[in-house]
């Protein structure tokens, strides 16, 4: 099939490439000339044969939008519209009205594959309407992995973002779980090889998993991570899904203290603690650290 | 070789079995009769050609220390003790101690595997001395999987039991990371098929491991857990973790945050709860629940 | 001086006492004609002779909005509007914005006292440009306690409703630090007289405060508060406080544990502890508790 | 009456003086003769006349235990050992049973009050049976804080130490839920004075407290506290209350969150957190910050 591609960045383009092998025609837009096989969204609406198929694949937010404002004008009634980007759920809703107000369907998708993507597939979580998840299944079997799973239509429009992000905060605290562990063994002084206990978790464990096999793979380029500072960004998906939470009041102690964490990391110092050390001077006469 | 071994429960019963598959000779001790090759410690000892290698697969704290004690007695210089339990770290150098006073080496290895320990192989985790890890090796090769990883010599003494409790730490947070991600996904009235989106994790997302996988099948025997109660028992291994964390002020938070959410499930009522509900009650004449 | 107070339930009708108490004149409206002076928001505006002052003290969210909308049609430039009920900071400046458009001043304000306020004084923080708290000063003055304390003009348009929600979120945490110390006090069974303990906390300790005196009237009239649920409702506060903190990438995770502890005791069954049992028992055939 | 104190440090040296302005005679010793007031422990012990009462106020665990042993040595049937130090309550059965051998009482007595205690009084929360506790009183109540709360027999041995351990856990979430909610206050635009806000809250708020008041002297001796580095010191009783806490299956986990934002307060780069950056860039090729 046919499909068109808006933004191909570090993921687009290697989806790209991917839809590509498995013998699909993709025209790509993106505002880097370079990447870009057509000069502009007009150029790919008009190089695409009705019904279209457009899969947007750009920021969240502002550029997300804009690009589905410009669909809206752009294409005609039966096309179907993708998000692939890293959405908030309740983005999705919003885009699909407005696309359905032109007859054009809309179609959420969280991916996730990161770098490893291209060769091993790209898992994929989408929601919205049959009959519009079908127009795009092709693009879905192509990006997927090849094995049994990998893909899977979540429910309405929303859920296949809302999907991703659920796995990402799962993800943040699969991490900061091993970040933990990992932590205490190396305080131990009874444990003197650390890296060969992560290692051979790989087999027989509970916790054998793809992050344990990328901890180890960290492991093996420097032991003790002597070359890295202790800082993490954070993306949307992770103070998203706190908040989903709290929206449906559903408790995440796990998941928000690995959020927390991640907050603590970028602070050079921190604010609060500084109230504590001011209390504990103030009723005890407790040293502090001054700066 | 030969190998004596102490506790022939559903553990113990299982190692018996997966280390005669691999052509050595077990001769196995328990209270119970109908379980046990011979009738006493003292039979089981004298049945060994020296240097014996005992291993003990009994519950941790008063059972185990009791057959340490009787083996301190038992056995000869030169002979090695392997404690395969539950243990927490800090007996094992009491243990090691006992023992070498006597002239018996001592083991500590901590081994993960449960129900599927038998055909897949247990996870092992070991510390101690080169030269009584070296004699124990080949019931080590037998217990473990069959691929390239799965046991290791962890360290000093205590670095078995330290590792295996460790290894339940990261197993409690990864546990809760999914029942979080899950519980959230219920409450959520755009994902209409949860056990579809736990089933397509299973390839190509940062979270794919043995637990989801697990959990899918759980899923796969009741949808929505419908038929269970939200209560779950904790080990001693949890609790120490976070002991150990405190002793090496380290922060775990999800990994107690995990463990927590375990006491609290299984409380009938929750006492702190009611004082905050008895707080409201006071400064905002806000309604209670009564009983 | 003359003010309109919008919502006369159990805040708004303490709060119209209090101010007539100090001399100044309430024209009161209310859904409820058994409560309100006058028949409609167009009377209550007609009786105050201008330039006006308009306290709004109805349910945040849609009712507010609604009053703020009515109000912008029916004051007059150089009138002011004080939002006192317990609105999220973010709609203060869409508020404001509203009616600065007709030329009309806004200032909100975050209310707490309870039930305690007619007697004692309300704590009041408000927000919002000098000129216009200026015009509300004589009614804040009237409202707040006694003493030296207890009113701040907090920053710009928001930051009243802000201190106050942060406010609440520290409540959240304190309430729960009692909570969690007296269930521990509670299961040990060397403290044989608990409510002592609290009472005797009420001079020369660190902990001494309104919210534990409070906790010992609690106790006298409960002693073990046998006769509540441990069941605990949460306001938008707390919930926006969490949010606000994500915004400002700050880390919270005392106050978030007490939001997520009032959630978890509205749960008759915790579905994520039924996924933890569920794992649990696949991998280890640990017994799980059936319904 | 007599009581001979051992130990005169900081709080034992003002403790002496409180105790001897209501009255009393104390014959203090200490390691340090600039401090003391006999030379030995046997002088101590024989210038008292029988039945004695000898408090000992030493750095818990190895001092304490030894000073209780000597005293074992020393005393006659019928005097009485207060331990006012900061113990865990589990040595006070231990040094009760050691006491009690040579017909010898103990009393367990936790003390809060830092450098106010001199002049406002020590609250104290004391254990033993009621016999040993009356032979102490006239102390306590001289120690004590001249209002009406401010002692109390909590209990039995252990109970004191218990229940002062309990107050610092819940002092730890106290003094952690007004850092969070100052780090937040400081983090909002629309907040311009958050020292006067916390001012102003010292009335009319759920949230006074004397942990208030002392926030808003270390505001006013420094607004942003810019002069402090937020590095913060624990205690034992921290640890302990958390550990009492898993003992006894109490989730706790405000007070847990407060004593691991502490261990993480001095921690000059997380290795938990190099972890986690680790395996960011491991999945998703994320930048990592360097050393």
Known sequence: MELGLIGLGKMGGN?????RRAGHTVIGYDRNPDLADVDSLEELVSKLEGPRVVWVMVPAGGPTQET????????????????????????????????????????????????WGLENGYALMYGGEA???????????ALKPEGEFGSVHAGKVGAGHFAKMVHNGIEYAMMQAFAEGWELLEAAPEVTDVREVFRSWQEGTVIRSWLLDLAVRAL??????????GWAADSGEGRWT??????HAVPLPAITASLFARFA?????SPQMKMIAALRNQFGGHAVESK
């Open 220 to 229: 093996d380029d420097d032991e003790h991570l002597a070359k890295l500072k």
């Open 242 to 247: 706190v908040e989903a939470a709290i929206d």
């Open 68 to 115: 589905v404002d410009q669909l809206a004008e752009l294409l005609s009634p039966g096309d179907v519209v993708v998000d692939g980007g890293n959405s908030r759920w309740t983005d999705d809703v919003k885009h699909a009205e407005t696309l359905a107000a032109k007859g054009i369907g809309f179609v959420d998708c969280g991916v996730s594959g990161g770098v």
């Open 15 to 19: 989806m790209r490439e991917r839809i």
């Open 265 to 269: 990391s970028r602070q050079d110092d």
């Open 131 to 141: 009959e519009y998840v079908a127009k795009v299944q092709p693009v879905f079997d």
